[in-house]
Nanobody, 126 residues
């Protein structure tokens, strides 16, 4: 059973940066398509960044150019570097993963992935 544990959330001023991490245990992260989605109060879940098993990345238009997703299979970890943060980036951020052979790997299906972490809060203030 794969387990995902996020860390790195917190409070930051607008324009600042944060780095989220997601530790993967129970299986090799190289077997998974992974990504980050977020959910703000009263809003739908939104896929933010995705990386497939070949390392190809995709981003939501709302974060393109500001966020960078990466995966270190040797460390079984997924990362999200967030820069130029805006008030509207405030949300709980979740790491998600699914087996590359069992799912259509894409940003649009990320929120349906089988495995997800407990989430980490990111709060951006003015």
């Amino acid at each position: 059973q794969v387990q995902l544990v996020e860390s790195g959330g917190g409070s930051v001023q607008a324009g600042g940066s944060l780095r989220l991490s997601c530790a993967v245990s129970g299986d090799a992260s190289s077997r998974y398509c992974m990504g980050w989605f977020r959910q703000a109060p009263g809003k739908e879940r939104e896929g933010v960044a995705h990386i497939d098993n070949h390392g190809r990345t995709t981003y939501a238009d709302s974060v393109k150019g500001r966020f960078t997703v990466s995966k270190d299979n040797a460390k079984s970890s997924l990362y999200l570097e967030m820069g130029s943060l805006k008030l509207e980036d405030t949300a709980v951020y979740y790491c998600a993963a699914d087996r590359f052979w069992a799912v259509r790997c894409s940003l649009t299906t990320l929120i349906e992935y089988k495995y997800r972490g407990q989430g980490t809060q990111v709060t951006v203030s003015s």
